[in-house]
């Protein structure tokens, strides 16, 4: 199981940009900004169809997923997934494209939360 400690460190070595960050210093709560600097990283990815950057966020997002501890694994399902879909525009393009970047965990995850926006 991979945890929030863990998580982090393995972020901000696989994407170099999250270290340049401001954290908050009780280590406890690190993990929650790393995640946010994670999704706006994908984000931006996303509005440019940087598909090289796409790839490697939603492949560490289910290896944090789907090896992560109960914190990780929350934090991706309600943190990730919530702030990556809300610049989707949940039509068909949005969705086509997303279904062929995303492991189809996350492709799940992100049907199960529209599901719940709607």
């Not at 709560?29 to 790393?34: D, G, N, P, S």
């Not at 995640?35 to 706006?40: G, L, V």
């Not at 994908?42 to 290896?63: G, H, P, W, Y």
């Amino acid at each position: 199981m991979i945890n929030q400690y863990e998580a982090d460190r393995l972020l901000k070595e696989t994407i170099t940009e999250l270290s340049d960050k401001n954290y908050p210093s009780n280590p406890s709560l690190v993990i929650y900004a790393t995640i946010t600097y994670f999704s706006d990283y994908t984000k931006n990815a996303l509005t440019i169809r940087n598909v090289d950057q796409i790839t490697k966020s939603f492949e560490l997002a289910e290896n944090l997923y789907l090896h992560g501890d109960k914190i990780v694994r929350a934090l991706i399902e309600d943190s990730f997934i919530f702030s990556v879909s809300a610049i989707m525009s949940h039509g068909m393009t949005d969705l086509l494209f997303l279904k062929a970047t995303a492991p189809d965990t996350l492709y799940q995850l992100y049907k199960k939360h529209l599901l719940t926006i709607n």
